[in-house]
């Protein structure tokens, strides 16, 4: 049920922050999905990082069926609709290990090769250009003191916030986990449900608008109870 914990006297407020995830030219590109295959297996892993998780804060005119740039180009580039959908439903976020996610990769497009007769090209022009991702932080200055105060604040977030507590905050926070719940956990007892409630959202296979609904309809449902 809905409570109040008593703050930490030592305990810092929320600090809400806004984001936009940087796309940096790597120079490495494939042509057909061996070369994929090859590059994925040295590339920095922020390459891999952005290709899942920066079609989130950029403008996406492709299927919204695959959700990472290597199922989109398995698909429209090279033609595999099957190469697309085994890529299109690895979950990074069930994967938060950015080396273990390579290796996910390139096992599935190994095992994809082996099945080809031939290896699948792309056209001169439909190259796939490797990005690696830099986040670059902005303090909006606004303070969140008590956790049910997020049940307004969380609507009225930009996407950029929405993304960098919940989604890249898994790279910062011991536990690898959201701002939200590392927040709760530190500096509030008694929040072990809404928490809970937290885990259980999938921040990937859906739009950072839907995922700003999603999240603000779990605090609403929690403080309602309360």
């Known amino acids: 049920m809905g409570q109040t914990s008593e703050h930490s006297a030592s305990a810092q407020p929320f600090a809400v922050q806004d984001c936009a995830l940087i796309a940096v030219a790597t120079g490495k590109r494939a042509e057909n999905l061996r070369e994929l295959r090859d590059n994925l297996l040295s590339v920095h892993p922020d390459c891999i990082y952005y290709h899942f998780w920066g079609g989130l804060l950029r403008p996406r ?6 959700h990472n740039d290597f199922a ?3 698909r429209y580039a090279l033609q595999d609709a099957v190469l697309a959908e085994r890529l299109g439903i690895i979950d990074p ?13 390139v096992e599935v497009i190994e095992d994809r090769l082996d099945e080809l ?14 990005v690696r991702s830099q986040t670059v932080v902005f303090d909006t200055h606004r303070r969140i ?41 530190a500096c509030f007892e008694g929040y072990e449900e809404l928490c809970g409630n937290l885990a259980k959202v999938d921040p990937f ?19 309602r109870k309360g």
Request: glycine share 2%.
């Open 117 to 130: 007769p031939r290896v699948p090209w792309a056209k001169p022009d439909k190259g796939f250009y490797f």
């Open 93 to 105: 976020a069930a994967i938060p290990d950015l080396e273990v996610l390579r290796q996910e990769l």
């Open 72 to 74: 989109i180009w398995s």
């Open 61 to 66: 005119f492709d299927d919204p069926e695959y």
């Open 205 to 223: 296979f859906s739009s950072l608008t839907a995922l700003r609904t999603r999240l603000s309809d779990v605090f609403y449902a929690y403080f």
């Open 145 to 185: 003191v008590q956790p049910e105060e997020l049940t307004k604040a969380i609507p009225s977030m930009s996407l950029g916030s929405i993304f960098l507590h919940f989604i890249d905050s898994r790279r910062r926070t011991a536990d690898q986990i959201d701002d939200f719940r590392a927040w709760l956990t």
